[in-house]
């Protein structure tokens, strides 16, 4: 029984294999991989593949994409490469898994600093860091993300992991404007702050506001619409409710925002029908779409902000320059082990 | 299957070739693990200093306090709860006999989604005691965070314990009952003969539990991660996405894995004195002691609170969550082809991983020269890694041969056949084999470990092959063994994540990457279904597992087999 057993094994393997063989490519596909949940952009995908015809192939890998494209080389079936944080998206780039390609629909439609001048990179929408404040406890209007290490709110933040990349951008952000040595006094501060261990998610701050274990947390904006606009579930429209959501801004500069962007892949087998999607998805109509579906700042400022953001006031995001961000990434990292921000 | 080609070219020296099918075997399970040191060989700069000094201490003492807890909660609640359903007689003790294996079904991630959920400020536990003290404010009454330490330990060692249960309950069964009896017969209380009797006898088969129980524990990353704990499987993750240092991240993995490896070895020669030599046959069933009273009814409690807490409390939320979001927003149509490619994909690299452990197992059995035993160890590796430090090791090999095997087709053929492995799902089976090799080898080892060598004799002598010895003695008198690893194994590639989502091809989810997927968007709530799911089609291996065990224990239990194996059997 066992050689039957071992082949049987073997037999089903490779029939698998043969049944789920890429298929070659044709012009009329474009493969997505993307570390960025994909059900938040299929209503973009489905509307472009009905514009187009052409069909989306998307695979949601969240650790490990460019070195996934990276060793699949030449044979990759990668056209785009998406990424949330300007970090990630740079690291594609670093690892030489990109191609620079020039379109004048994009760069007409993406201002100039949030994308790549040679064309490896460019952002498809902005997620501001705000300061989620409880409506009942917290009568502040206006906050800055340096207040949040001042003793008054101790005991009283939530935030999730300090090693989490939307607060790694955060913090690198922080030591530009800052530098180092300021940047750790200031987690310092925020840490003694803390109301529970950082961990969980964004969410989970507006959760434990209404559950009164902080009074104050920093979380990105779309959750928001995700809460109020029922998408969530009831429950989480209580959630959202029970927080003011801030447009924090840094003392002297504007609100951190982190960008979803997209690179087309050096070895991409359908090049034409990729950037394509890139150019649909900075489309005036994808615009606005990224904006009502998550509720997200739209990159191309001509375009529509959902109600439910919009009604925070004007966004002004911070004009530090993306790369410094990124590349102070690691240095934040380093802060937030040596400040045991997490412990 | 490498053994049968083998065995075809020169069937004189099949015993030769075993070895050498065992060798191949374990080349496959290291391949990643050199692909991890050729990583890090590639030097991470300055990052040890760094890492001496704010990140290990930490994330050692976490760690070590983690897998202390779990072990010690794994270990008192898996052998307690087997030598009560072993060795007495109380109101519900065939229900708890299987009952107590539950919690297997359920991954570690999802009971600490659920957890948070239930023990939340919001949540019904701590919602319902407002309403009964009638206290408005949130903050009027709380309990401890479980996103902590503490909580971390109690929810894993809640559900890792059956690893344990299940390995000490069939020792338990099965050999000690004659001991005990003469024990108690020379004047030990029962609580004597089981402090020193039953429980240094169980050592080798509880060690075997636990080392499985601590190592899921040391691996996690999605409980860890989401309870905000910081272990050093979190500190290789951060160190690889946030300092982007893929070295640095494969470095600490492999000081990780030797760490591992030398507690196995020490453990091992902790006990080099000892000899445990196996019954081999039955005896007589043990006579269970009747309890009575308030001890029948704390032998019930003491096995339902583990059934509760790492079963019946999560699964009923997922439940309740489940129908309140198919209630609201509908059942979603990818489920039906996520169910079909997790179960589709855990049977195939279950039974590939089970011939595999066979042929490895039964190579221990023939080579007494040490070299297959070699082998044997090597290939249980894959379990001690972490699942996505386990991938990104794969991916090196795997597209080396694959982008190596298109080149050839180009040159000879003239076309290409693009990424074969890596481009489908044999990667994904490939991943699991090696994970999981562990569990089907070991539990196969101790199966056979029950057969005495002197069937082989017999079988030989009356001209039958090796390969006919092992399809016409061994495998019938294996098949319990190789059931319950089957089920083990099942059961893991269905919970498994890390490695599914890296190495999947595009286009191809399942259950696990779903709630993932969903999770990752802050919804998780909306994973409770495919959450459910997992929970409910492990369940059906599971209560088999348990169908199946009891009257076969002879041969299941799954105690440490090599030892017993090499002690039992060098005698004969």
Redesign the interface.
């Known amino acids: 029984m066992n050689r039957p057993f071992a082949a049987r094994g073997a037999v089903l393997a490779a029939a698998f294999a043969l049944a789920s063989l890429p298929s070659f490519a044709s012009a009329q596909e474009v493969n997505l991989y993307t570390t960025r949940e994909p059900g938040l952009i299929q209503p973009l995908l489905d509307a472009f593949t009905k514009d187009t015809k052409i069909k989306v192939n998307a695979i949601f890998i969240k650790d490990g994409l460019a070195e996934r494209v990276k060793t699949e080389g030449a044979n990759s079936p990668a056209d785009v490469l998406m990424t949330v944080d300007i970090g990630n998206l740079l690291d594609t780039v670093d690892q030489g898994v990109t191609q620079a390609v020039q379109s004048e629909a994009l760069s007409s439609a993406i201002p100039a600093h949030l994308r790549d001048k040679d064309g490896h990179w460019y952002a498809l929408s902005l997620r501001a860091r705000l300061i989620y404040a409880s409506k009942e406890r917290v009568k502040d209007a206006k906050l800055t993300y340096e207040s949040l290490a001042d003793p008054k709110w101790k005991g009283k933040i939530c935030i999730r992991s300090g090693q989490h990349s939307y607060n790694i951008g955060l913090i690198a952000a922080h030591i530009v404007h800052h530098g180092e040595a300021k940047t750790e006094a200031w987690l310092k501060g925020i840490k003694e702050n803390l109301a529970r261990k950082a961990g969980g998610n964004d969410r989970q701050v507006a959760r434990d506001i209404l559950g009164g274990i902080c009074d104050v947390g920093v979380a990105n904006s779309y959750y928001v619409g995700l809460m109020r606009s029922g998408k969530g579930g009831p429950e989480q429209e209580k959630w959202g409710a029970a927080i003011n959501p801030l447009l924090a801004t840094f003392e002297k500069g504007g609100t951190h925002v982190n960008i979803s962007g997209a690179s087309i892949a050096k070895n991409a087998p359908n090049k034409a029908s990729a950037v394509k999607l890139l150019e649909y998805l900075v489309s005036n109509d994808a615009q606005a779409l990224y904006a009502k579906a998550n509720f997200e700042y739209p990159v191309r400022p001509s375009a529509a902000i959902d109600p439910i953001i919009a009604a925070f006031g004007k966004l002004n995001p911070d004009q530090v320059d993306l790369r410094a961000v990124a590349k102070s990434r690691k240095q934040a990292s380093t802060l937030v082990d040596k400040v045991g921000f997490n412990n | 299957?490498?053994?049968?080609i083998a065995?075809r070219i020169a069937p004189v020296h099949d015993g030769r070739l075993w070895t050498f099918a065992a060798l191949v075997i374990a080349a496959i399970v290291l391949a990643p693990v050199v692909a991890l040191i050729f990583i890090a060989a590639q030097g991470s700069g300055d990052l040890w200093p760094?890492l001496a000094r704010?990140?290990l201490p930490?994330a050692i003492q976490d760690t070590a306090l983690l897998l202390a807890g779990v072990g010690a909660i794994a270990v008192i609640v898996g052998v307690g709860t087997a030598w009560l359903v072993a060795t007495c007689q109380f109101p519900g003790r065939a229900l708890f006999d299987w009952a107590l294996l539950l919690p297997l079904a359920v991954p570690t991630y999802i009971v600490a989604f659920a957890y948070?959920d239930i023990l939340?400020?919001?949540g019904p536990i701590q919602s319902a005691v407002r309403a009964v003290f009638d206290i408005d404010?949130?903050?009027g009454f709380?309990l401890p965070?479980v996103?902590?330490l503490w909580g971390a330990i109690v929810l894993l060692g809640f559900v890792l314990y059956p690893y344990v249960y299940l390995a000490s309950r069939a020792l338990f069964l099965m050999q000690s009952a004659p001991v005990l009896e003469v024990s108690r017969t020379l004047g030990a209380s029962p609580v004597q003969a089981f402090f020193r009797v039953a429980l240094p006898l169980a050592r080798p088969a509880i060690v075997v539990g636990t080392t499985l129980a601590l190592l899921e524990a040391l691996n996690d990353i999605g409980a860890s991660?989401?309870?905000?704990i910081?272990t050093l499987t979190v500190s290789i993750?951060?160190t690889?996405?946030?300092?982007?240092s893929?070295p640095g991240a494969a470095q600490i993995a492999l000081v990780m894995l030797a760490a591992v490896i030398a507690l196995v070895l020490l453990e091992r020669w902790g006990r080099r004195r000892q000899r445990f030599v196996g019954a081999g046959r039955r005896t007589h069933p043990p006579s269970p002691a009747m309890l009575g009273g308030l001890a029948a009814f704390g032998a019930s409690l003491a096995c339902l609170l583990p059934v509760l807490f790492g079963f019946l409390v999560p699964a009923t939320h997922l439940a309740y969550e489940s129908w309140?979001?198919v209630a609201?927003?509908g059942l979603s149509p990818q489920l039906v082809n996520e169910a079909r490619n997790s179960v589709?994909?855990a049977a195939?690299a279950t039974?590939?991983t089970?011939?595999?452990g066979?042929?490895v197992a039964?190579s221990v059995r023939l080579d007494r020269r040490g070299l297959a035993a070699s082998a044997s160890r090597v290939a249980s590796l894959g379990y001690a890694i972490p699942g996505?430090v386990l991938?990104?090791g794969l991916?090196?090999p795997?597209?080396?041969f694959?982008?190596a095997l298109?080149g050839a087709f180009r040159q000879i053929f003239g076309f290409?056949?693009?990424?074969?492995?890596?481009?489908?799902?044999?990667a994904l089976?490939l991943a699991y084999v090696i994970r999981f090799l562990a569990i089907s080898a070991g539990g196969v080892e101790a199966g056979f470990s029950k057969i005495p060598l002197s069937f082989d004799g017999a079988a030989r002598s009356l001209g039958e092959t090796k390969?006919g010895t092992?399809?016409r003695i061994h495998?019938p008198l294996l098949s319990p063994a190789l059931g319950a690893a089957a089920i083990l194994v099942f059961v893991d590639c269905m919970k498994e994540l890390p490695a599914t989502?890296?190495l999947?091809?595009?286009?191809?989810e399942t259950l696990a990457?779903h709630i993932?997927?969903?999770a990752?968007?802050?919804?998780y709530?909306d994973g409770a279904v495919a959450a459910l799911l997992i929970v409910l089609v492990g369940l059906g291996p599971v209560l088999l597992l348990a169908r199946m065990s009891r009257p076969l224990l002879v041969l299941s239990g799954r105690s440490d087999g090599a030892i017993q194996d090499l002690s039992a059997d060098k005698s004969l």
């Open positions: 299957m490498l053994a049968k065995a760094h704010y990140v930490q948070l939340h400020p919001l404010d949130p903050r709380s965070d996103r902590s991660e989401f309870l905000g910081r993750y951060s690889w996405l946030n300092r982007s893929l309140d979001r609201n927003f589709g994909f195939i039974s590939v089970l011939a595999l066979i042929i039964y996505t991938a990104v991916l090196t795997l597209a080396a694959d982008n298109d290409g056949v693009g990424l074969l492995i890596s481009g489908s799902g044999a089976v390969a092992v399809r495998l989502l890296l999947r091809p595009i286009g191809f990457t993932y997927a969903e990752s968007r802050g919804t709530e």
